[in-house]
Protein backbone atom coordinates (compact mmCIF):
# COMPACT_ATOMS: atom_id res chain seq x y z
CA UNK A 1 0.00 0.00 0.00
CA UNK A 2 2.86 2.38 0.41
CA UNK A 3 4.10 1.29 -2.41
CA UNK A 4 0.98 2.63 -3.90
CA UNK A 5 0.92 5.84 -2.42
CA UNK A 6 5.20 6.57 -3.65
CA UNK A 7 4.16 5.68 -6.69
CA UNK A 8 0.92 7.84 -6.99
CA UNK A 9 2.54 10.55 -5.58
CA UNK A 10 6.04 10.51 -7.78
CA UNK A 11 3.68 10.11 -10.75
CA UNK A 12 1.89 13.46 -9.52
CA UNK A 13 5.09 15.10 -9.08
CA UNK A 14 6.59 13.96 -12.82
CA UNK A 15 3.30 14.99 -14.41
CA UNK A 16 3.34 18.68 -12.79
CA UNK A 17 7.01 19.41 -13.95
CA UNK A 18 6.22 17.91 -17.50
CA UNK A 19 3.49 20.59 -17.28
CA UNK A 20 6.32 23.26 -15.53
CA UNK A 21 8.61 22.06 -18.70
CA UNK A 22 6.89 22.02 -21.74
CA UNK A 23 4.19 24.42 -21.29
CA UNK A 24 4.14 27.76 -21.93
CA UNK A 25 1.09 29.48 -21.00
CA UNK A 26 1.62 31.18 -17.19
CA UNK A 27 -1.79 29.93 -16.09
CA UNK A 28 -0.81 26.47 -17.22
CA UNK A 29 2.25 26.72 -15.29
CA UNK A 30 0.96 27.43 -12.03
CA UNK A 31 -2.06 24.85 -12.50
CA UNK A 32 1.11 22.86 -13.16
CA UNK A 33 3.10 23.97 -10.11
CA UNK A 34 -0.21 23.17 -7.65
CA UNK A 35 -0.14 19.48 -8.98
CA UNK A 36 3.21 19.38 -7.97
CA UNK A 37 2.93 20.19 -4.21
CA UNK A 38 -0.33 17.94 -4.41
CA UNK A 39 2.08 15.61 -5.23
CA UNK A 40 4.59 16.71 -2.48
CA UNK A 41 1.71 16.77 0.15
CA UNK A 42 0.70 12.93 -0.59
CA UNK A 43 3.96 11.84 -0.22
CA UNK A 44 4.38 13.25 3.28
CA UNK A 45 1.21 11.77 4.51
CA UNK A 46 2.30 8.38 3.20
CA UNK A 47 5.44 8.72 5.08
CA UNK A 48 2.85 8.59 8.27
CA UNK A 49 0.64 5.77 6.61
CA UNK A 50 0.46 2.17 8.61
CA UNK A 51 -1.40 -0.61 7.61
CA UNK A 52 -4.83 -0.69 9.12
CA UNK A 53 -4.13 2.14 10.96
CA UNK A 54 -6.59 4.30 12.55
CA UNK A 55 -7.42 7.85 13.19
CA UNK A 56 -4.88 9.60 15.59
CA UNK A 57 -7.83 11.26 17.57
CA UNK A 58 -8.43 9.79 21.30
CA UNK A 59 -12.08 8.85 21.45
CA UNK A 60 -11.98 6.22 24.41
CA UNK A 61 -10.07 4.57 27.62
CA UNK A 62 -9.51 1.85 25.09
CA UNK A 63 -7.58 4.30 22.17
CA UNK A 64 -4.46 4.50 24.20
CA UNK A 65 -3.79 0.78 24.10
CA UNK A 66 -4.03 1.91 19.87
CA UNK A 67 -0.92 4.35 19.88
CA UNK A 68 0.56 1.98 18.05
CA UNK A 69 -2.06 1.52 15.11
CA UNK A 70 -3.21 5.32 14.74
CA UNK A 71 -1.40 6.83 11.53
CA UNK A 72 1.48 9.46 12.32
CA UNK A 73 -0.03 12.90 13.03
CA UNK A 74 3.17 15.04 12.61
CA UNK A 75 3.57 14.94 8.66
CA UNK A 76 -0.64 16.09 8.60
CA UNK A 77 -0.18 19.01 10.37
CA UNK A 78 3.23 19.57 8.31
CA UNK A 79 0.38 19.10 5.29
CA UNK A 80 -1.69 21.54 6.64
CA UNK A 81 1.02 24.19 7.07
CA UNK A 82 2.15 23.26 3.46
CA UNK A 83 -1.10 23.74 1.98
CA UNK A 84 -1.88 26.93 3.47
CA UNK A 85 1.15 28.33 2.06
CA UNK A 86 0.81 26.64 -1.00
CA UNK A 87 -2.71 28.70 -1.46
CA UNK A 88 -1.14 31.88 -0.33
CA UNK A 89 2.10 31.97 -3.08
CA UNK A 90 -0.82 30.77 -5.62
CA UNK A 91 -2.78 33.61 -4.89
CA UNK A 92 0.09 35.93 -5.38
CA UNK A 93 1.89 34.06 -8.71
CA UNK A 94 -2.05 34.89 -10.09
CA UNK A 95 -1.46 38.49 -9.18
CA UNK A 96 1.81 38.44 -10.83
CA UNK A 97 -0.22 36.80 -13.99
CA UNK A 98 -2.44 39.53 -13.81
CA UNK A 99 -0.03 42.52 -14.33
CA UNK A 100 2.08 40.41 -16.91
CA UNK A 101 -0.80 40.30 -18.93
CA UNK A 102 -1.44 44.12 -18.72
CA UNK A 103 2.04 44.74 -19.49
CA UNK A 104 2.17 42.32 -22.46
CA UNK A 105 -0.97 41.81 -23.49
CA UNK A 106 -0.41 37.79 -23.60
CA UNK A 107 0.04 35.09 -21.37
CA UNK A 108 2.88 33.22 -23.33
CA UNK A 109 6.57 33.22 -20.89
CA UNK A 110 8.05 34.60 -24.39
CA UNK A 111 5.99 37.33 -24.78
CA UNK A 112 8.46 40.08 -24.65
CA UNK A 113 10.33 37.91 -27.88
CA UNK A 114 7.38 37.34 -29.71
CA UNK A 115 7.01 40.87 -29.76
CA UNK A 116 10.39 41.95 -30.79
CA UNK A 117 9.84 39.31 -33.62
CA UNK A 118 12.42 37.29 -32.86
CA UNK A 119 12.00 33.96 -34.56
CA UNK A 120 12.14 31.47 -31.86
CA UNK B 1 2.88 30.01 -27.61
CA UNK B 2 3.28 28.85 -30.55
CA UNK B 3 5.96 25.51 -30.08
CA UNK B 4 3.69 24.41 -26.94
CA UNK B 5 2.26 21.69 -28.89
CA UNK B 6 5.39 20.52 -30.28
CA UNK B 7 6.14 17.11 -30.63
CA UNK B 8 9.66 16.26 -30.04
CA UNK B 9 9.84 19.39 -27.09
CA UNK B 10 7.41 16.74 -25.32
CA UNK B 11 8.30 13.11 -25.96
CA UNK B 12 12.27 14.73 -25.05
CA UNK B 13 10.40 16.04 -21.60
CA UNK B 14 8.62 12.68 -21.37
CA UNK B 15 11.70 10.58 -21.87
CA UNK B 16 14.02 12.52 -19.38
CA UNK B 17 11.29 13.22 -16.62
CA UNK B 18 10.16 8.85 -16.64
CA UNK B 19 14.22 7.65 -16.14
CA UNK B 20 14.13 9.96 -13.37
CA UNK B 21 10.73 9.55 -11.98
CA UNK B 22 11.84 5.51 -12.23
CA UNK B 23 15.24 6.10 -10.48
CA UNK B 24 13.47 8.21 -7.62
CA UNK B 25 10.81 5.14 -7.43
CA UNK B 26 13.73 2.60 -7.06
CA UNK B 27 15.76 4.71 -4.45
CA UNK B 28 12.21 5.40 -1.87
CA UNK B 29 11.71 1.53 -2.04
CA UNK B 30 15.24 -0.04 -1.87
CA UNK B 31 15.25 -2.45 0.98
CA UNK B 32 19.00 -1.48 2.58
CA UNK B 33 20.37 -1.10 5.68
CA UNK B 34 19.93 2.39 7.79
CA UNK B 35 16.48 4.35 8.31
CA UNK B 36 14.10 3.55 5.60
CA UNK B 37 11.38 5.83 4.14
CA UNK B 38 8.92 3.63 3.50
CA UNK B 39 8.70 1.43 6.88
CA UNK B 40 6.00 2.30 8.83
CA UNK B 41 5.39 -0.85 10.79
CA UNK B 42 7.96 -0.45 13.32
CA UNK B 43 7.21 2.07 16.04
CA UNK B 44 9.99 3.18 16.31
CA UNK B 45 10.23 4.51 13.14
CA UNK B 46 7.63 6.77 13.29
CA UNK B 47 8.52 10.98 14.20
CA UNK B 48 5.69 11.16 16.26
CA UNK B 49 5.86 7.95 18.50
CA UNK B 50 8.35 9.89 20.59
CA UNK B 51 6.55 12.67 21.20
CA UNK B 52 3.31 10.50 21.54
CA UNK B 53 6.14 8.24 24.20
CA UNK B 54 7.53 11.21 26.01
CA UNK B 55 10.43 9.89 25.74
CA UNK B 56 12.31 12.96 23.82
CA UNK B 57 14.88 12.85 26.26
CA UNK B 58 15.00 10.01 28.57
CA UNK B 59 14.21 6.57 26.88
CA UNK B 60 12.35 4.80 29.39
CA UNK B 61 9.41 7.13 30.22
CA UNK B 62 6.28 6.17 28.73
CA UNK B 63 3.06 7.71 27.78
CA UNK B 64 0.96 7.40 31.10
CA UNK B 65 -3.68 7.88 30.41
CA UNK B 66 -4.61 11.03 32.41
CA UNK B 67 -1.32 11.47 33.75
CA UNK B 68 0.59 14.99 32.50
CA UNK B 69 1.98 13.17 29.11
CA UNK B 70 -1.07 14.07 27.00
CA UNK B 71 -3.58 16.78 28.75
CA UNK B 72 -4.82 18.86 25.69
CA UNK B 73 -6.85 17.85 23.17
CA UNK B 74 -8.31 14.89 22.11
CA UNK B 75 -7.26 15.08 18.04
CA UNK B 76 -3.95 14.57 18.48
CA UNK B 77 -2.94 16.36 14.78
CA UNK B 78 -4.71 19.36 16.49
CA UNK B 79 -2.56 19.20 19.91
CA UNK B 80 0.45 18.72 17.57
CA UNK B 81 -0.92 22.06 15.17
CA UNK B 82 -1.52 24.32 18.27
CA UNK B 83 0.26 22.86 21.00
CA UNK B 84 3.63 21.30 19.97
CA UNK B 85 4.20 23.60 16.76
CA UNK B 86 2.55 26.51 17.62
CA UNK B 87 5.14 28.97 17.04
CA UNK B 88 5.02 27.12 13.52
CA UNK B 89 1.18 27.83 13.10
CA UNK B 90 1.10 31.44 13.94
CA UNK B 91 4.54 32.09 11.57
CA UNK B 92 2.48 30.12 8.72
CA UNK B 93 -0.50 32.72 9.55
CA UNK B 94 2.32 35.72 9.05
CA UNK B 95 3.31 34.56 6.00
CA UNK B 96 -0.23 34.18 4.45
CA UNK B 97 -0.62 37.70 5.96
CA UNK B 98 2.31 39.36 3.76
CA UNK B 99 1.58 36.80 0.52
CA UNK B 100 -1.73 38.75 0.89
CA UNK B 101 -0.22 42.10 1.23
CA UNK B 102 1.99 41.67 -2.04
CA UNK B 103 -0.94 40.15 -3.53
CA UNK B 104 -2.58 44.08 -2.76
CA UNK B 105 0.27 45.45 -3.55
CA UNK B 106 0.97 44.17 -7.48
CA UNK B 107 -2.87 43.26 -8.97
CA UNK B 108 -3.14 46.22 -10.88
CA UNK B 109 -5.88 48.38 -9.93
CA UNK B 110 -7.21 49.40 -13.62
CA UNK B 111 -9.90 48.22 -16.74
CA UNK B 112 -11.71 46.06 -14.39
CA UNK B 113 -15.10 45.29 -15.18
CA UNK B 114 -18.07 43.65 -12.76
CA UNK B 115 -20.35 41.09 -14.53
CA UNK B 116 -24.02 41.99 -13.30
CA UNK B 117 -25.13 38.43 -10.86
CA UNK B 118 -28.46 36.77 -12.19
CA UNK B 119 -31.63 36.71 -10.17
CA UNK B 120 -31.34 32.78 -9.33
CA UNK B 121 -27.78 33.33 -7.66
CA UNK B 122 -29.14 36.67 -6.09
CA UNK B 123 -31.91 34.69 -4.10
CA UNK B 124 -29.91 32.07 -3.34
CA UNK B 125 -27.47 33.60 -2.05
CA UNK B 126 -28.43 34.09 1.11
CA UNK B 127 -29.73 30.93 2.08
CA UNK B 128 -26.13 29.46 1.09
CA UNK B 129 -24.29 32.10 2.81
CA UNK B 130 -26.04 30.81 6.40
CA UNK B 131 -25.33 27.09 5.75
CA UNK B 132 -21.73 27.51 4.97
CA UNK B 133 -21.21 29.83 7.82
CA UNK B 134 -23.08 26.60 10.30
CA UNK B 135 -20.30 24.47 8.70
CA UNK B 136 -17.54 26.52 8.84
CA UNK B 137 -18.50 27.82 12.60
CA UNK B 138 -19.12 24.38 13.80
CA UNK B 139 -15.52 23.66 12.45
CA UNK B 140 -13.62 25.44 14.57
CA UNK B 141 -15.40 25.13 17.40
CA UNK B 142 -15.11 21.36 17.15
CA UNK B 143 -11.51 20.75 15.86
CA UNK B 144 -10.27 19.71 19.25
CA UNK B 145 -12.20 17.08 19.03
CA UNK B 146 -12.92 16.08 15.00
CA UNK B 147 -11.11 16.32 11.71
CA UNK B 148 -11.38 19.93 10.97
CA UNK B 149 -9.91 23.12 12.80
CA UNK B 150 -9.22 26.96 12.08
CA UNK B 151 -7.64 27.14 8.48
CA UNK B 152 -10.74 24.29 6.70
CA UNK B 153 -13.32 26.80 8.64
CA UNK B 154 -11.51 30.08 7.69
CA UNK B 155 -11.63 29.05 3.90
CA UNK B 156 -14.96 27.70 4.29
CA UNK B 157 -16.09 31.10 5.95
CA UNK B 158 -14.37 33.14 3.20
CA UNK B 159 -15.80 31.22 0.52
CA UNK B 160 -19.61 32.04 2.30
CA UNK B 161 -18.44 35.88 1.94
CA UNK B 162 -17.51 34.88 -2.18
CA UNK B 163 -20.80 34.27 -2.71
CA UNK B 164 -21.53 37.30 -1.05
CA UNK B 165 -19.20 39.16 -3.37
CA UNK B 166 -20.44 37.22 -6.60
CA UNK B 167 -24.12 37.98 -5.35
CA UNK B 168 -23.81 41.77 -5.33
CA UNK B 169 -24.72 41.90 -2.22
CA UNK B 170 -22.95 44.55 0.33
CA UNK B 171 -21.92 42.11 3.52
CA UNK B 172 -18.74 43.35 4.94
CA UNK B 173 -16.20 46.32 4.00
CA UNK B 174 -12.69 46.17 3.55
CA UNK B 175 -12.28 48.33 6.31
CA UNK B 176 -14.33 45.52 8.64
CA UNK B 177 -12.16 42.84 7.57
CA UNK B 178 -8.98 44.75 8.08
CA UNK B 179 -10.23 45.41 11.65
CA UNK B 180 -11.14 41.65 12.26
CA UNK B 181 -7.91 40.82 11.20
CA UNK B 182 -5.73 42.83 13.39
CA UNK B 183 -7.92 42.00 16.48
CA UNK B 184 -7.28 38.51 15.81
CA UNK B 185 -3.64 38.79 15.15
CA UNK B 186 -2.96 40.91 17.97
CA UNK B 187 -5.34 38.67 20.48
CA UNK B 188 -3.14 35.79 19.39
CA UNK B 189 0.30 37.31 20.48
CA UNK B 190 -1.63 38.60 23.67
CA UNK B 191 -2.74 35.59 24.29
CA UNK B 192 1.18 34.43 24.16
CA UNK B 193 2.70 37.16 26.31
CA UNK B 194 -0.40 36.48 28.86
CA UNK B 195 0.39 32.88 28.88
CA UNK B 196 3.96 34.18 29.50
CA UNK B 197 3.24 35.89 32.62
CA UNK B 198 1.38 32.99 34.06
CA UNK B 199 3.58 29.77 33.20
CA UNK B 200 6.78 31.28 31.96
CA UNK B 201 7.24 30.02 28.78
CA UNK B 202 5.73 31.80 25.64
CA UNK B 203 2.49 29.56 24.16
CA UNK B 204 2.35 27.38 26.88
CA UNK B 205 -0.88 26.39 27.67
CA UNK B 206 -2.14 27.49 31.01
CA UNK B 207 -5.78 26.08 31.05
CA UNK B 208 -5.64 22.37 32.14
CA UNK B 209 -6.86 19.52 34.56
CA UNK B 210 -9.87 19.20 32.28
CA UNK B 211 -11.65 15.98 30.72
CA UNK B 212 -10.08 14.82 27.07
CA UNK B 213 -13.04 15.07 24.78
CA UNK B 214 -15.66 17.79 26.06
CA UNK B 215 -16.78 20.58 23.88
CA UNK B 216 -15.21 23.13 26.71
CA UNK B 217 -11.49 21.27 27.09
CA UNK B 218 -7.60 21.38 26.42
CA UNK B 219 -7.51 24.83 27.30
CA UNK B 220 -6.29 27.47 24.96
CA UNK B 221 -6.83 25.42 22.20
CA UNK B 222 -10.04 26.17 21.31
CA UNK B 223 -9.85 29.57 21.54
CA UNK B 224 -6.23 29.38 19.39
CA UNK B 225 -7.89 27.93 16.57
CA UNK B 226 -11.21 30.40 16.55
CA UNK B 227 -8.50 33.48 16.16
CA UNK B 228 -6.74 31.66 13.59
CA UNK B 229 -10.22 30.88 11.45
CA UNK B 230 -11.16 34.34 11.87
CA UNK B 231 -8.07 35.76 11.02
CA UNK B 232 -7.48 33.02 8.29
CA UNK B 233 -11.24 34.22 6.86
CA UNK B 234 -10.36 38.19 6.86
CA UNK B 235 -7.54 36.96 5.19
CA UNK B 236 -9.25 35.06 2.24
CA UNK B 237 -12.00 37.52 1.72
CA UNK B 238 -9.51 40.02 1.32
CA UNK B 239 -8.15 38.46 -2.10
CA UNK B 240 -11.49 38.23 -3.34
CA UNK B 241 -12.58 41.97 -2.56
CA UNK B 242 -9.20 42.84 -4.18
CA UNK B 243 -10.42 40.70 -7.32
CA UNK B 244 -13.68 42.60 -7.38
CA UNK B 245 -13.07 46.24 -6.40
CA UNK B 246 -14.89 48.82 -8.51
CA UNK B 247 -12.41 51.29 -9.51
Same mark, same amino acid.
Not at chain 1, 64 to 69: A, E
Not at chain 2, 46 to 65: C, G, L, P, Q, T
Not at chain 2, 213 to 230: E, H, T, V
Given at each position: ???????????????????????????????????????????????????????????????????????????????????????????????????????????????????????? | ?? @? +????????????????????? /??? #?? @? &????? =????????????? @????????? =??? #? =?????????????????????????????? +?????????????????? @??? =????????????????????????? /????????????????????????????????? &????????????????????????????????????????????????????????????????????? /?????? +??
Amino acid at each position: MAQLFILSSISLLFIGLFGVLTRKNIVKILIALNIMETGINLLLVAFGYVENGIVPILTSNESIMNLTKMVDPVPQALVLTSIVIGLGTTAFSLALAIRYRYNHNSLSIRASEEEEGVNI | MR @D +ERSLFINIVALLILSVIGFYI /YKV #SM @D &TGKGI =KITDNITPQMRVA @DRFMNKNVI =KEE #S =KYVWGGTAENTSANIVTSVVVDYRLFDTTL +EVIVLFVTILGFGFVIPK @DKR =KIIKPTTILNRWAPILMILMLMIGG /YMFVNGHLSPGGGFPAGAIISTAVLIGVLAGRK &TLSQKTLKIIEAVAGISIFSLGIASFVITGNFFQNFILNDRIGDLFSAGLIPIFYGLIAFKVAAELSNI /YFEFYE +EC
